[in-house]
Structures are given as C-alpha cells and as structure tokens.
C-alpha cells in the first residue's frame, strides 16, 4: 500500500509526472461538463424551477413506485441477498461526469474492489441531467469489469428528466410513466411545467447496446424502486431517496419508520449527508421530523449514515447521549469535480472537534488545488499558485490546528500567501469568522467550483469499502488522484472500525 496524503505529499499525488493508466478506459472522445455553461445550467434548471414553483418530486416518486409495485417488485422493497456473516461491499457517490476525474478512479476501485459482494452509487448517477443517453460513457463503460452488482440511489442531478434513465437502468427497464394533463389556470404550478426540462422522445435509443458492457449474469441488479433496502449479512442497508431538493416525501417518510424497526444493525446511504462541511443537516421529512432522528433512535440501530452530493469525503464521529458513536460520513468524491475541503472552518459540531474529524483532500491539498486552478483561469499564476507547503501551513494558521503533514522547512508565510488563502475562502476558527465571509466561501465552492475544467492529477477522488462482519464494520476511504503509484496500492485515506454489538 502506497503512501496516503497524510503521510507526504507525494501521497497527494503531488510533485510526480508519472500518470496512470485510466485514460486507455477512456471512449476516444468524452464529453467536457463545465457548470459555468449557460447551455449547461439551463438543462439542469428543475432544481431551480421547484424551488421557485413547488417541488414535484414527491409525487412523481409516488408514481414510479406505485408502478413498480404492480409489476411486482416487494411491497416492502427490501433486496434479501445470501451473503455469508463476513463479506465486503463499495460504496462511491457522484460518479457519472464520463471524463478524467471518472475513469481516473476506476483502476484503484477494481483492485479494491475484486472479492467484494456488490456497489452502491450514493448520488449522481449521471450529470448533467440523468439523462439515458449518457449511461454508456458514464455507467456501463467505466464499471463494465466490475463483476458484482451494482445497485444505485438517486441524485438530484438523476432527477433533471423525471428519473426516467434511472429507473430504465436500475430497476427492471421501468417504461416511462405517462404523462399527466399540464395545469390549466396560470398557477406556479402551470408555470413550472411550461419551464420544466424533460428527455427527448428518442431518449435512451442506444442503452440496450451499452447494457452489453455489463450483462454477465453476475453483474445483474434489480431494485424495488429509487429507494430501497439490502439485508445482507449481519447488517441492513437503507439507501433513501432525497429527490431534487433534499427532502422526503411523506410516504418515503413512512416506509423508513418501517424498515429501521428491529435489532439488525443498519446502514443508511442517503444523496444528502447529514453531517457535512462542520454543520448538521438533518434532512427534512414532509409532514414533520427528520432523517436524522430515525438514524439517531436507539430503537433503530444505525451505525452509520453516509452521503453524496458533496464531492469529497469527510467524517464526523458523533457521540449520543445514549453513549454509542454514530459515524456520518460524506463520500460524494467518486468522480466529479472536487467540492473545496480548505472552506470548511475549524470543526466544533455535536461534539466533534478537530481531533476527530477527518476529511480528504486535506485542506492544506484542497487549497493548493484551487490556487492553480484560479491561477490558470485568471492568467495570475504567479500571484495565486500556493505550494502545497505553504497551503499547509496557512491553514494551520488560520484554524489554529497542527499541519496533518508537516510543511517544509523553507515554507514562509507572506502576506501573498495569506491574501491568496483569504480571496479563496479559507475556513476559519469560528471565534474569528466573520458574517461576510460565509457567502463568499459558497461563492467559491459552488458558482466558481472547478467542475471539470481540471484534466490532470492530482484528482483528490475517492471511494470506501466496508468489510462487515458479526461483530463490526471495518470502513475505509481509498484515495484515487490519477497518478500511477495510486492506481498500483490506492492508499487508505481513512479508516475505522464500527463495532456492531
């Protein structure tokens, strides 16, 4: 096992020209997403469309498993497979952009992955618009040797046509769901529908052909619907859909009470995390309370609650009153462009401190990362470019923390460094922060995100796998930059064990 980036920044991926093999997966010709797209953003619009007009999700949710239903998936839409007491299973969010950052973690997520039962994707199956088409270059193409099944959430972005790809890919070919009468009266509802974004007729012409990439009888999944759940093992999977928005639906709701009853210890894989950039996002459930306060509940047994739709990993160890350690985890890194780490101000959240919180990239990484990126499109490389010593070092000033890896004896901070770190929305300790800087930290890691105008490694990627048995779950994060050594032994990243008694 190579180096991590907590061990030397060679870990990082930095400093090396010694690419990896990934492009040879790679379709000859692979689509370039850039978010800063005008065209790009109008196809994506649905999310903003309900939060102006109201959000259809819930009920186009109930149409998909009401039809599921009576083409006979099980009411209860659990999956129960045969795996033995010990087994392992992948768990990797945000995948499908098709380009460099993808493919770049595929070498590294099938060494890893080669005696596990199954995956899930947490999130994003598909950018930029869930669309059928895009599953060749996105789904079957980058995971074709991937023997074990594959079973999948939805994302928001899987959302942007009605989840209609999805459903075809992951859940038994579902046909479309037809269509219902636009409202008559000039209402915000007959407002978004008029402005909705939805597939093209031809849509998906090509996926029976792309199925061929995947169509070992080993490969096969079917799922009940867009949520469901997995007993497996000792342990329960509940993976949940959070729709457009990051709400459930009042019968979701429902079906979750139910399925966490019971002492079999369970994990939750949700498209919204509930504990992420050093706040709690509880996840709200139409009609009243939240996700969290099942996964919370005693009587319910969870262990761990890991999410997508942030595109990096980081991990918040929250201890309960009841005296267990819940792990909530993000782990949206599997191959869209990276969500900042270095915007995260110092941890201090239900408990959890710096000392346990973990995050990948690190921030110091993070920071580095950013710094080229603006001192590229800006064409101030001289100005912006930090070093990934002097990054490290930076943050350690700012949240007043020791450096994870410890920067080089030559590293200074100047006020360039310093006004640099400032102008890309470093974190800060929360007795230092500011009201203003809050706004220009999302600025930064939402309008101006890198998205996919970022083709060589370091890639900062990421995947878990999670080795169960009787008696705990082992987790760990591998790491996936596009650089060779990384793709020989992905290093670990991050790990714990989860005891399950």
């Known amino acids: 096992m190579s180096d991590s980036s907590r061990d030397t920044a060679e870990g990082a991926g930095w400093g090396t020209s010694d690419r990896g093999a990934y492009r040879r997966l790679m379709p000859p010709k692979s689509e370039k997403i850039s978010w800063l797209s005008p065209k790009m953003l109008w196809l994506a619009r649905n999310g903003v469309l309900a939060s102006w007009f109201g959000d259809p999700t819930g009920r186009t949710r109930s149409r998909w498993v009401a039809q599921r239903a009576a083409s006979g998936a099980p009411a ?62 996105k789904f079957f193409r980058p995971y074709r040797d991937y023997r074990a099944p594959i079973y999948a959430i939805p994302g928001n972005h899987d959302w942007y046509e009605d989840l209609g790809g999805f459903m075809r890919v992951f859940c038994d070919d579902a046909p479309p769901l037809p269509p219902e009468p636009r409202p008559r009266p000039l209402t915000r509802a ?9 597939p093209r007729p031809d849509a998906g012409q090509h996926l029976a052909e792309a199925r061929t990439l995947r169509s070992a009888p080993g490969q096969q999944a079917v799922q009940p619907g867009p949520y469901w759940a997995i007993d497996a093992g000792p342990v329960r999977i509940i993976g949940i859909d959070t729709g457009l928005l990051g709400v459930l639906d009042a019968e979701q709701g ?58 990096n990993y980081q991990r918040y160890p929250v201890r309960l009153a009841d005296g267990r350690t819940l792990q909530y985890v993000v782990a949206g890194g599997g191959g869209a462009f990276m969500h900042a780490t270095h915007t995260i101000p110092r941890v201090d959240v239900a408990g959890v401190t710096e000392q346990d919180f973990r995050c990948y990239p690190l921030r110091g990484d993070s920071l580095a990362f950013y710094s080229r990126l603006y001192g590229r499109r800006l064409r101030m490389r001289r100005f912006f470019t930090l070093t990934e010593g002097e990054a490290t ?47 220009v930290r999302k600025i930064y890691t939402s309008l101006f995100s890198p ?24 987790l760990r994060c591998f790491a996936a930059t596009g650089n060779r050594a990384q793709e020989v032994a992905p290093p670990v990243e991050d790990e714990v064990l989860i005891p399950l008694r």
């Open 76 to 137: 209860d839409k659990v999956i129960r497979r045969d795996d033995p007491d010990r087994f392992s299973f992948l768990v990797i969010g945000d995948t499908g952009e098709g380009d460099d950052p993808q493919y770049a973690v595929v070498p590294g997520f099938l060494k890893t992955g080669q005696d596990t039962r199954f995956a899930v994707l947490a999130s994003d199956v598909i950018y930029p618009v869930g669309s059928a088409d895009d599953y060749g270059t």
């Open 190 to 198: 007959r407002l978004r529908s008029l402005l909705w974004h939805r």
């Open 254 to 311: 429902a079906w979750l009470r139910e399925v966490s009853q019971g002492p079999r210890p369970k994990i939750l894989i949700t498209g919204s995390p509930l504990y992420v950039d050093g706040r709690r996002e509880p996840c709200a459930i139409e009609g009243g309370g939240t996700v969290d306060d099942f996964v919370r509940d005693p009587e319910h047994h969870y262990v761990a609650a890991i999410g997508g739709d942030i595109h």
């Open 393 to 439: 070092a930076v943050i350690a000033e700012r949240l007043g923390i020791r450096p994870t890896r410890t920067p080089g004896a030559s590293t200074r901070l100047t006020r360039r460094v310093r006004l640099v770190a400032g102008l890309l929305g470093t974190g800060r300790r929360p007795d230092r922060a500011k009201r203003f800087r809050l706004p």
């Open 451 to 474: 998205s996919s105008a970022t083709y060589d490694p370091p890639f900062f990627k990421c995947f878990l796998r999670l080795d169960v048995s009787p008696e705990a779950v082992r």
